[in-house]
Each structure stands twice: as structure tokens, then as C-alpha cells.
């Protein structure tokens, strides 16, 4: 079944009991039982629900997964990968990413006694000097977020299996749609369904997939045992977003293409970072590994004053100041006060993270008109 089709039909079957083609909301708490372990597959609705069911089945399908368990948001989902571990084990995780990822890491797991180590995996030997028996597991973002770095996820993959560890990649910039990490190697992916997938700025949940039916276990009992599950109203909505993934990372690289072009040729653009670019470092890889190059864009102004950055963002018109990504609709916004402020600033210059980096989710609006909307605000 291609791709097209699994967003559409992998999972979903029509309601036995209407033939609604549409999977129903099984707006419920509990389940009546026959008698006392006699029921229909459910029983309590934080442990199971059919719309969460369908939901998980097609999500699993898309990433070549046997096994697929959502979260109530990306970070219960990234949580509940952190609570397969115990005290004094390490994670080697790269030093470009989300900065509520970080937050959780450093904020709330290292009081518990995990130790993790943020470096530059830029080239896969990086990661050699941090392994030592306490190593558990390698944390991939790949395109990263905000800085649109590649990470080779089938040569990190393979040299953690040289080591018995676990690689996850946080899959959320790409999507399904345009890489898949199992396939190259991976153990666990993982997604804020709240981006892409989902793709209409108007849920937010998050999913584990794997093939190891060891960790599916675990993560399904964690899943049940710690609560963060979604309700299904959102588990709806992801189903019914997911249906037109192609359609719209067709259009979101597409648009980002053409930005990117037209960035790169503005006098008063510095620097432009997105992967699709042949002058990307890593361009290379990020044609081996992916279909395309999405609609993540960050650039940085010339100069060297946040203010001018600022002036970007408070005169877009269809680009809208706001947090997340990945929706229909374009937005802008500015990393080192937004999305990785709880990153410390000499740790985000240090990553290349500078004060006046700008960053975009180039939406499906026609392209024609996100271009003068940059045009006129950069100008200002």
C-alpha cells in the first residue's frame, strides 16, 4: 500500500454498527461488562479507546511500525520514552533541539538521576568519546530544531547497535510523509502529532512508534500506568488531519523551496538554513535520508541587532507571530525568546543560535504571496 493510501485507509474501517466511513468519537469513560472480565476488548477508556485504537493503527502503518502508542501532547510522549530508564543511566543527545525537549531533560529527569550528554552530531563519530557502560540511549533530532541540522540517522543507528543502545529519532520536522527512521536503522520514533501530521493547528497530542515488542510493551504500560493519554475528540481530529498528509508536505516543501531561493538571494540576509539547499552541510545525507525538505526555514538577518529581527516579526501579515508549526497556515517566529528560551543563551550561542535567528513554518498559502509578505517586512 503506498503512502497516499495508508493515510487514508491503514487502520480505519467502516463503523460495524452504522457503516459510518468515518471512525466514530467514542466519547466515553468505561465500558459495561457481561460479567467480571467478560467484555468486549475495553474496559476503562484511559487504557483503551477505538478511536485511539484506529488512530495508533494508522499512525503505525505510516512509519513502518508494528507498534504505535499515543501521548496527550509530544512531551508525554518524549516523557514516557524517559521513564524506560533508571538512575545513573546516560543519554548522548544532540545539542540543536526542541527547548521544551531540553526543559524535561535537564529540568525534570536530571534531578531523578539521568545524566545526558548535548553534542554535535553533525558527523556520527562525535558521539564515540560520550558511550561508557551507563549509556542507554542516543536522542536524534533530524531536520533539528531551529537550526534545520542533518544527522546521518542510519550511520547513528548503527553504531548504537554496535553498542546495544537505543537510537530514537524525533521525527515531528519531517513527518512520516518525508523520512522514515525505522526504516534506516532506528529503534523508536517519535512525533509531536500536533505539527504535521495533525496539520490544522487545532490539537495537541504526541505518539511513540516501534518494532521492538519488548519496548511496545513497556510504553504501553507506561502509557496506561502514568494517564498522559488523549481523549477522543483529538484522536478524531488527528485522523481526519492525517488523511491530506502527502497533499500538504507536497505544498510545505514546495513554498519552502521558493523561500528559501528567495532568501538566499536577499541583500539583507546573512544566512539561510534549510536542508534542501545544496550549500547545506549536510545536504548530502538529507537527500539519502529524506523524500523531500519540508517547509522549516530559519535564517538570520545581517548585523548582529535583535531589534531588527523583531521588526521582521511585527510586520508580517501572513505569517503569524506564534509558537508550533507544521499547521496549514505560515507562522514566524523568533527562537531565542520563544520555543528555546529555557535553553541558556550561552548554550544556544554555542549551538549557533543567535539572537537574531528568525524562524519559519512555511505553511500552503499561495507562495507568490508569503514571498512579498517577507519581502515587505524585511524591508521594514
Not at 535553553?343 to 543560535?353: H, K, S
Amino acid at each position: 500500500m503506498k503512502f497516499g493510501t495508508k493515510v487514508i485507509h491503514a487502520g480505519v474501517e467502516p463503523d460495524p454498527s452504522t457503516g459510518a466511513i468515518m471512525t466514530p468519537i467514542f466519547q466515553t469513560s468505561t465500558y459495561v461488562q457481561e460479567a467480571p472480565g467478560v467484555h468486549k476488548g475495553y474496559e476503562y477508556a484511559r487504557t483503551q479507546n477505538p478511536t485511539r485504537d484506529a488512530l495508533q493503527k494508522n499512525l503505525a502503518a505510516l512509519e513502518n511500525a508494528q507498534f504505535c502508542y499515543c501521548y496527550a501532547t509530544g512531551l508525554a510522549a518524549t516523557d514516557a520514552i524517559l521513564k524506560l530508564f533508571s538512575p545513573g543511566d546516560e543519554i548522548i543527545a544532540t545539542n540543536d533541539m526542541y527547548g521544551g525537549t531540553y526543559r524535561l531533560f535537564m529540568r525534570i529527569y536530571a534531578k531523578f538521576g539521568l545524566k545526558f550528554h548535548f553534542i554535535n552530531m553533525d558527523s556520527p563519530e562525535n558521539i564515540l568519546p560520550y558511550i561508557n557502560k551507563n549509556t542507554k540511549m542516543i536522542w536524534i533530532e533530524t531536520p533539528t530544531n531551529p537550526m534545520l541540522n542533518i544527522i546521518d540517522i542510519q550511520a547513528v543507528s548503527a553504531l548504537a547497535k554496535q553498542h546495544n543502545l537505543i537510537t530514537v529519532v524525533d521525527n515531528t520536522f519531517a513527518s512520516p510523509y518525508l523520512q522514515n527512521p525505522l526504516d534506516l536503522g532506528a529503534t523508536m520514533v517519535m512525533h509531536s502529532l500536533t505539527k504535521y501530521i495533525s496539520g490544522h493547528s487545532d490539537v495537541v497530542m504526541g505518539a511513540v512508534m516501534t518494532n521492538d515488542a519488548q519496548l511496545a510493551e513497556q510504553l504501553k504500560f507506561i502509557q496506561n500506568a502514568s494517564g498522559a493519554t488523549p481523549g477522543p475528540q483529538d484522536c478524531f481530529l488527528v485522523l481526519r488531519g492525517v488523511k491530506t498528509l502527502h497533499l500538504r508536505m507536497e505544498r510545505h516543501s514546495y513554498n519552502g523551496r521558493k523561500i528559501a531561493e528567495f532568501l538566499t538571494q536577499h541583500p539583507k540576509v546573512e544566512h539561510v538554513y534549510w536542508c534542501g539547499l545544496p550549500t547545506h552541510k549536510n545536504h548530502e545525507i538529507a537527500k539519502k535520508q529524506m523524500r523531500d525538505f519540508g517547509g522549516m526555514i530559519s535564517f538570520t538577518l545581517k548585523g548582529d541587532k535583535m531589534e531588527d529581527a523583531l521588526k521582521v516579526l511585527k510586520n508580517t501579515h501572513l505569517f503569524s507571530l506564534a509558537e508550533s508549526l507544521g499547521g496549514v497556515e505560515s507562522l514566524i517566529g523568533h527562537p531565542a525568546t520563544m520555543t528555546h528560551a529555557s535553553i541558556p543563551r550561552e548554550q544556544r550561542i554555542a549551538n549557533g543560535l543567535k539572537d537574531t535567528l528568525i524562524r519559519l513554518s512555511v505553511g500552503i498559502e499561495d507562495v507568490s504571496d508569503l514571498i512579498e509578505d517577507l519581502a515587505q517586512a524585511i524591508e521594514k
